[in-house]
């Protein structure tokens, strides 16, 4: 069954430092999605990408952070230059389909240290 | 705005009790509701979802009614096995022509011992 990759599992970076989380979405998805879950709160939307460009965002996705999908296979997020609390757990998701009653499919997720 | 409440856990329960996983939520416009369950070292993946008020989701056991008029939907399930163990998270999607996004409560870890 198909699924949704990402890499790494875990990563540690110093403050300061520019990390790449990267994902494998589902190979005929159009729309793509990365969350992030500061430990013991909420998911939380970062932000969706479709037909190449970002379609929605919130306010947590400042100007540290951007999104890319460099090569049609791989979508990845960067953080510029990290802050401690960027620490969290970050999930990429993808879908086929717009519309709200249609399933995300997740990743597993790569957490984010940063120290 | 939209936004999810979860109970807070963690859970634990023995084999074969009944579970409730209470959730609420608020919302603009009409969501649809999911819940999702990650188990250890997993992605986020759908246990079941209702689309309009009064639909139920069931699956594995699991069922959730979309309760408009209390704005919850509640994860229940009658009898847990240990395979339950894992956590669960209530969301909501708004609807939207750019792709969806998701609403999530923080999770609840559901731990059920032999």
């Known amino acids: 069954e198909p699924e949704v990759t990402q890499t790494p599992s875990h990563q540690v970076t110093q403050m300061g430092q520019e990390v790449i989380l990267r994902c494998v979405p589902i190979s005929n998805h159009l729309y793509f999605y990365w969350y992030r879950q500061i430990l013991g709160q909420k998911v939380e939307f970062l932000v969706s990408f479709y037909n190449n460009e970002i379609s929605e965002k919130s306010e947590i996705f400042d100007d540290q952070f951007s999104v890319e999908r460099p090569d049609g296979s791989n979508f990845t997020l960067k953080i510029r230059s990290t802050k401690l609390e960027d620490s969290a757990m970050y999930f990429c998701a993808s879908t086929n389909l717009a519309g709200g009653a249609n399933e995300q499919f997740f990743g597993p997720g790569t957490r984010l240290t940063v120290l | 705005g939209n936004s999810v409440t979860q109970m807070e856990g963690p859970v634990t329960l023995s084999e074969e009790a009944f579970l409730t996983i209470n959730c609420t939520y608020t919302?603009?416009?009409?969501?649809?509701l999911f819940w999702y369950v990650q188990y250890p070292g997993e992605g986020l993946q759908l246990l079941l979802k209702?689309?309009?008020?009064?639909d139920k989701g069931s699956n594995k056991g699991f069922e959730a009614t979309y309760r408009k008029e209390t704005t919850s939907f509640h994860l229940e399930k009658g009898s847990v096995q240990v395979s339950d163990s894992a956590v669960y998270f209530c969301a909501l999607s708004s609807r939207s022509n750019t792709g969806n996004q998701f609403y999530f409560g923080t999770g609840t870890s559901l731990t059920v011992i032999p």
């Open positions: 209702a689309t309009k008020a009064d």
């Open positions: 919302a603009t416009g009409y969501p649809s």
